[in-house]
């Protein structure tokens, strides 16, 4: 089995117009046109059993919206192997009834995008929201470390991480992009062996510049394949999830760097997919 922890997929209408538009932003290339058709897809081929959509919201209005027409797709999605969390900003009023609603329809975690939602990670609003979604046992996904479009401000540096473990202890935080994005080096010394997950989106080898800019992106390399295993057995195995970020990485090559990274094969399947089994309770 293979579980991709991090994925992202838009309404098929403006999916591809999206998806070129974040691409121009981060200088990257694109690898689906961002639907969830595409991702199917793309899952096919890559021999992925199951997908988690982390839905980003950009604005107060949004929350309703695309959460209740992610909870009306649930059983189509899932159908494609397609798992998707709910999403919550930060300036949402109603977050506590939101998050009920979202796990009383069977959603199991939450995504946050400090970058995009322009709020830092430990500030209150988040700090309630991280809390109250760990009281209802839902997963908290957050965007961490510099965002490849958004990058003179790290809105959920390591700090901010480290603030929010003390004061709000959740049981269930995942960590996207390694812990920190373009931060790494801080992950290994501050964060490793913390009471989190680390997702491995978009975080091992090449970045793959936009065709149709001349600007390179921010970073032309993630983690070589040596800090990777590093840090992975640094803070823990059994704490590392497989992820792509797709539309992003491909998800047939990113496994293939997985594979290729040095983790031993018992360090590959706790990696591709005992870890979210767990996580997620996706146990036989």
Not at 15 to 39: C, I, K, N, Y
Not at 133 to 147: C, K, N, Q, W, Y
Not at 158 to 173: D, E, F, M, T, Y
Request: charged letters at 25%.
């Amino acid at each position: 089995m293979i579980i991709d922890f991090h994925t992202h997929t838009f309404p098929e209408k403006i999916s591809e117009r999206v998806v070129w538009q974040l691409g121009g932003v981060s200088h990257t290339m694109p690898f689906t046109d961002g639907s969830a058709r595409a991702l199917a897809s793309s899952m096919r081929e890559a021999s992925v059993d199951y997908s988690v959509n982390q839905p980003v919201m950009t604005s107060t209005e949004q929350v309703e919206k695309i959460n209740h027409s992610l909870i009306r797709q649930k059983e189509q999605l899932l159908s494609d192997g397609i798992l998707t969390f709910g999403g919550i900003h930060p300036d949402y009023e109603n977050y506590r009834q939101e998050l009920s609603y979202l796990k009383e329809n069977g959603i199991l975690g939450i995504k946050l995008h400090p970058a995009y939602q322009n709020v830092d990670f430990d500030d209150i609003r988040y700090m309630r929201i991280v809390d109250c979604a760990s009281e209802l046992d839902l997963i908290v996904l957050t965007h961490a470390g510099i965002d490849i479009g958004i990058y003179k401000h790290n809105y959920c540096s390591v700090r901010h991480i480290l603030n929010v473990l003390k004061q709000v202890h959740p049981p269930r935080l995942v960590l996207a992009h390694m812990g920190n994005w373009g931060c790494w080096d801080e992950v290994e010394r501050d964060l490793a062996g913390a009471p989190v997950w680390l997702d491995t989106a978009f975080s091992i080898g090449e970045i793959t510049p936009n065709p149709k800019q001349d600007t390179r992106p921010y970073l032309e390399e993630n983690l070589s394949n040596e800090a990777f295993v590093r840090l992975c057995r640094r803070h823990g195995m059994k704490k590392i999830l497989f992820a792509t970020d797709s539309p992003w990485q491909e998800q047939k090559d990113y496994i293939r760097r997985i594979r290729e990274s040095g983790l031993t094969p018992e360090e590959q399947e706790l990696v591709l997919a005992d870890n979210a089994r767990q996580l997620l309770k996706l146990l036989d």
